[in-house]
């Protein structure tokens, strides 16, 4: 017979043992896996513990999130608008006031020196009666009811508001994930090599992203600091490595430069060795694309009249790729195959590597605005069934010439120069999504925007303020691109920097 206190079952072993019951889980262990929970419950808490501290880490760098300056800036910039609108409205009215009050004095100026005139005249003749004296009363009468009417002028206030007043509201974002960060869209990039698309959660929506737009205000990422800065810069290519990399065809200054994502250290890749023909030197480069498959960049060395590639990790490998060109834009298929606008010839070439004269694929047909001319191509972008979409920026237009046409179709513009949604004006920058929407850095317009597949208008989707240097505001947008996110990259020539601007989903 078992002598002592019975025994409890352990709610881990299953067995019979002196147990304790654990006051938090109300639980009965045996010593052995009390001893075990009790570890466990320590390693809750260390992850606890780092919770906690990847919380704070979050919370140290969202309280200095470069965001928060944006939003500071956008209210300085509101501050300004509204102050000015003050003072320029407030200048009218004192103009009107000051107008209608000149106005009105000198009609009374004018009524009292005719009326002084009648007393003196009918006075030296000693011509008058009762009759001319009540008349005289009546008029002076007159006089100073107009006179107490001007002197009780009033200002009502307008109901409109004459400035609109800002909100500060704090949207809730998603769910905390691991590290409480907010979790961000995964993009469906879509890159062949050499081929950059726009991300699809931008270029397609879907149900899912059914309304994409972007942050009007952006953030500049080159040109902004006197270790970064740029010299009419513009061509643009973003590398999708991890974490990309942005390249710049800095025309001013002969070089390109490139720099990571999220730093300002500004790195010279090539050129750099002032304006010349040497190999190591460029004249005015104007784009550029990135070629993976031989760890390289090619380079319009416009200036020079050639194409010239240049390796990505040693300055002094330099190859002349194509000579005799006078070069603007640049395109790669995922074949490798090289792509040239030339605006002296008005035309667009394919060069397969070894082919020596290229094959026309756009324009050639001499200078013109006909389906089957070109007038001065910029920049140029291939997808991935080789159809070759053309900024023929002197027809303010943009060309889609599919692979083997003799002559292109009009996909945005082509209604001469203006400013309205139906045009474009000097076109540069181009870019193509998945399902045909193009993205247009409409350069004389100071804003970018976006054509949908058939659609005689495009729609706004940065700029359009004027020309300007703030950050809703170009001055000559040229060259763009997008990053895995979908945030657009725009050289903002006039400005000598480099804008991007993020996505915003509704």
């Known amino acids: 017979m078992e002598i002592g206190p019975p025994k409890s079952r352990c709610i881990i072993c299953d067995k019979e043992k002196r147990a304790v019951r654990c006051e938090g889980c109300l ?6 896996h009390l001893t075990d929970h009790r570890q466990e419950l320590n390693k809750q808490l260390d ?6 501290d990847v919380f704070r880490q979050t919370l140290n760098e969202q309280m200095n999130h470069p965001q928060i300056g944006l939003l500071v800036k956008q209210i300085d910039i509101w501050e300004d608008d509204s102050i000015k609108t003050i003072r320029e409205t407030a200048s009218e009215y004192r103009q009107l006031l000051a107008k209608n009050t000149s106005k009105n004095s000198q009609e009374l100026e004018a009524n009292l020196a005719a009326l002084s005139e009648q007393i003196r005249r009918i006075r030296q003749e000693n011509d008058f009666n009762e009759v001319d004296l009540a008349h005289f009363n009546q008029k002076l009468k007159q006089l100073a009811e107009k006179l107490f009417t001007l002197s009780s002028v009033s200002i009502p206030q307008d109901p409109t508001p004459l400035i609109y007043k800002l909100s500060i509201s704090t949207s809730p974002g998603p769910g905390p994930g691991p590290g409480f960060g907010p979790v961000p869209p995964v993009p469906d ?9 726009i991300p699809k959660h931008v270029s397609c929506p879907n149900k899912t992203h059914n309304v994409v737009r972007w942050k009007q205000h952006g953030s500049t990422i080159a ?11 513009l061509g643009l290519y973003i590398d999708y490595d991890d974490p990309p990399v942005y390249y710049v065809a800095d025309y001013g200054n002969h070089r390109v430069v490139r720099w990571r994502a999220g730093t300002h250290h500004m790195e010279v890749l090539a050129g750099g060795n002032g304006k010349g023909k040497r190999l190591d030197q460029l004249n005015y480069p104007t784009d550029l694309i990135v070629d993976k498959m031989t760890d390289s960049i090619f380079i319009c060395d416009q200036g020079n009249r050639r194409v010239i590639r240049w390796s990505r990790h040693c300055n002094t490998d330099q190859q002349i790729i194509l000579d005799n060109i006078v070069c603007w834009g640049l395109a790669m298929d995922d074949n490798g195959d090289l792509y040239v606008s030339d605006y002296e010839k008005d035309e667009v070439r ?10 026309l694929v756009a324009g050639g047909n001499g200078k013109g605005s006909h389906l089957n001319q070109l007038n001065y191509p910029s920049y140029i972008f291939v997808d991935d069934d080789h159809s070759i979409y053309v900024s023929d920026s002197n027809n303010n237009r943009v060309m889609k010439w599919p692979k083997g046409a003799k002559e292109g179709i009009v996909v945005a513009g082509g209604h001469g120069p203006g400013n309205s949604f139906a045009h474009l004006c000097n076109p540069q920058g181009v870019m193509v999504g998945r ?13 970018v925007v976006r054509w949908s597949p058939d659609s005689d208008v495009g729609t706004l989707i940065v700029g359009g303020h004027g020309q300007g240097s703030r950050s809703n505001q170009f001055s000559c947008p040229i060259g763009l691109s997008f990053d895995r996110l979908g945030s657009l990259c725009v050289v903002d020539w006039g400005n000598n920097r480099v804008q991007k601007f993020d996505v915003e989903f509704h």
């Open 27 to 32: 639980q009965l262990f045996c010593y052995d």
């Open 47 to 52: 992850y606890v513990e780092r919770t906690r």
């Open 189 to 197: 990039i879509e890159e062949k090599q050499n081929i950059h698309y």
């Open 223 to 233: 040109g902004k600091h006197h270790h970064d800065q740029l010299s009419d810069p």
């Open 350 to 359: 394919r060069w397969t590597k070894g082919e020596p004269n290229g094959i």
């Open 435 to 447: 399902c045909g929407h193009i993205f247009v850095a409409d350069s004389h317009n100071h804003r």
